[in-house]
């Protein structure tokens, strides 16, 4: 049986890792990271809040949507830990898998990580992957290498402070708290479009972990291409900066949306998307650009939804210019409430894992060369 399948973000969603709040922490300062508020285990009341609208969320996708849910173990992430590199108070929560695990086709790739609260992370996903692994005799369950997190991987004057000046300096030349000792990359920076993954550069990705991960998947035709948004000095994960909407048909082009305040590089954007089979419009800018208290994600979270096919979202339920945007378009909104969960990391997107979709792999940039002549057309979804 197949279970791991899954290359884009939008064919029918068939089954899905979905993140717990149990034992959520806020990490301590560590290299590459300031916390804006206290640190430690986030209060039990809001917890339950988010404890609520999640498991409000593995139900709407179980009967609505019918799609099998997977939970991770509920780990004790209040416990200190201790390498030979680092030593750390706590740790920080299996809330967001999408951070974690980055699923390619047939495969499931533990990334690196790149702070120090998240490094064992991905052991509350082990039962899920062990299971899978037993089951499903083609997947493949990889772990990038563990970096050391030793400081010496980290540009320690980097500016910590999100809004502070000097950060212009860094992030339009790709200076990042994380510098290029030792690859690594969170798995969020990674947006899948068929045969090309697109990776941004940022806060948690290095170009060597995005290096990585091409020389890992070139072998298999897929091909790499890295991405930058200048204008946003506090770049962390690319699923609230480039969104797609709508696939591409033999009819239309697809959609893919991003923030107007912080678009990607031009140079970037016509290298990849130019003479492609996809536009890029602007996000609707959200109701409110205030986040719920001790929310440490933008606004942008107003487009961190769900596809659960090529025309049903889920998508927060106050999230409306999205909501119009995505209903105009011929997309059928299913609307929950998430904004409880907003302070664990994300929202919908983030604290999902597709692991199967019904559909294969396509190419969806014939602009791009070197394209297998069997992978030479785009497919169509209609």
């Not at 034992?23 to 640190?39: A, D, H, V």
């Not at 809001?46 to 780990?75: G, M, S, Y």
């Not at 702070?115 to 692994?133: C, G, H, K, Q, V």
Request: charged share 25%; aromatic share 10%; net charge negative.
């Amino acid at each position: 049986m197949n279970i791991v399948n899954s290359y884009n973000e939008w064919d029918p969603l068939e089954e899905i890792i979905l993140g717990v709040p149990d034992f959520w922490c806020r990490p301590q300062k560590e290299p590459g990271y300031l916390p804006p508020f206290r640190t430690g285990k986030e209060s039990d009341e809001h917890i339950q809040k988010a404890a609520l609208q999640i498991d409000n969320l593995e139900r709407v996708l179980r009967f609505q949507c019918n799609v099998t849910v997977r939970r991770p173990d509920k780990i004790d992430f209040t416990q200190p830990v201790r390498t030979p590199f680092f030593s750390i108070e706590h740790q920080h929560g299996a809330s967001c898998p999408r951070d974690t695990l980055l699923v390619i086709g047939n495969e499931i790739i533990e990334s690196t990580m790149s702070s120090r609260a998240r490094y064992f992370e991905s052991m509350a996903y082990r039962t899920i992957l062990n299971d899978y692994f037993e089951k499903d005799k083609d997947m493949l369950w990889t772990m990038a290498p563990k970096p050391t997190m030793s400081e010496n991987m980290y540009n320690l004057d980097f500016p910590l402070e999100i809004n502070c000046a000097e950060r212009k300096d860094w992030i339009p030349n790709y200076k990042y708290p994380i510098n290029e000792a030792e690859p690594c990359f969170d798995a969020a920076e990674v947006l899948r479009l068929g045969k090309d993954l697109i990776v941004q550069q940022s806060m948690t990705a290095n170009r060597k972990g995005i290096d990585w991960i091409r020389r890992h998947v070139k072998s298999r035709g897929y091909r790499v291409h890295e991405v930058h948004f200048p204008e946003d000095l506090d770049p962390v994960h690319i699923d609230a900066s480039l969104v797609p909407l709508i696939p591409p048909t033999k009819e239309r082009k697809g959609i893919l949306i991003t923030p107007p305040d912080r678009p990607l590089r031009k140079d970037d954007k016509d290298k990849i998307f130019k003479g492609s089979s996809w536009e890029i419009i602007d996000a609707p800018f959200p109701n409110s650009m205030i986040v719920p208290e001790f929310c440490e994600s933008t606004a942008w979270l107003s487009i961190n939804m769900l596809m659960v096919g090529p025309d049903k979202a889920i998508v927060e339920e106050t999230e409306l210019p999205l909501i119009n945007l995505l209903e105009s378009l011929g997309i059928k909104c299913i609307r929950v409430p998430y904004r409880d969960a907003y302070r664990f990391g994300g929202s919908i997107h983030c604290q999902t894992l597709d692991v199967r979709r019904n559909g294969e792999r396509y190419n969806y940039f014939p602009n791009i060369p070197n394209i297998d002549s069997n992978e030479n057309q785009t497919h169509d979804n209609s």
